[in-house]
């Protein structure tokens, strides 16, 4: 059974622009949640998907969005990028609530 | 809020040593206690949970016991190995988010194991 991937594997970008992360989840997990990874301020969420619909939100600017489509695949999309949003973006799935999580190696992105 | 606090690495023991990292939590509700193993260059993977009062989580050797007296969810191993270098964190689900899966993690616990 193939685990959660994530692309790209590592992205540089510049202040201002936007970006598009991608996560697939294992199959038949419905639940897609994201996490933001930082040195400073650790592992913080930002928010989950669960049939297509966010079900909960952590405290991230509205800069920060993402979308669960049919398949369970997921995205998050950050725009207007600052220098604080340099981070590795963890993607975690699961069948339901409460159940175990799944995470995938994570996207580095890096804001230059 | 929530919040989750382990003590501060890196942790540094000899092969076969005992290993102890510290745990604490501040959560409403009833929360499910979580100990997440993070290996260079790739995601979390869950190593051990426990959700209620009282239970032990454990897996590989690893164990944690959920105490709700003292707040904790101290992650022990009594003989590590060198293959268990990697970043621990200690992790809680409160359970009153509408049901989801939201976690707050504690700030992890870098453990090098040498020879």
């Known amino acids: 059974k193939a685990g959660v991937t994530q692309t790209p594997r590592y992205l540089i970008k510049t202040r201002g622009q936007q970006v598009t992360l991608s996560c697939s989840p294992i199959?038949?997990?419905?639940?897609v949640s994201w996490y933001q990874q930082t040195p400073g301020q650790g592992l913080q969420f930002l928010f989950e998907?669960?049939?297509?619909?966010?079900?909960n939100k952590g405290n991230f600017p509205g800069r920060f969005s993402g979308r669960q489509f049919s398949n369970s695949r997921s995205e998050m999309n950050v725009s207007t990028l600052e220098l604080g949003d340099s981070a590795l973006y963890l993607c975690?799935?699961?069948?339901?609530?409460?159940?175990?999580?799944?995470f995938g190696s994570g996207t580095q992105l890096s804001v230059l | 809020g929530n919040s989750v606090t382990q003590m501060e690495g890196p942790v540094t023991l000899s092969e076969e040593a005992f290993l102890t990292i510290n745990c604490t939590y501040t959560?409403?509700?009833?929360?499910?206690l979580f100990w997440y193993v993070q290996y260079p260059g790739e995601g979390l993977q869950l190593l051990l949970k426990a959700t209620k009062a009282d239970d032990k989580g454990s897996n590989k050797g690893f164990e944690a016991t959920y105490r709700k007296e003292t707040t904790s969810f101290h992650l022990e191993k009594g003989s590590v190995q060198v293959s268990d270098s990697a970043v621990y964190f200690c992790a809680l689900s409160d359970g009153l988010t509408g049901g989801g899966n939201k976690l707050t993690f504690g700030t992890g616990t870098q453990l090098k194991v040498e020879l």
């Open positions: 998907y669960f049939s297509e619909t966010q079900r």
């Open positions: 199959s038949g997990h419905r639940s």
């Open positions: 975690a799935s699961s069948f339901d609530a409460n159940e175990k999580l799944f």
């Open positions: 959560a409403t509700g009833y929360p499910s």
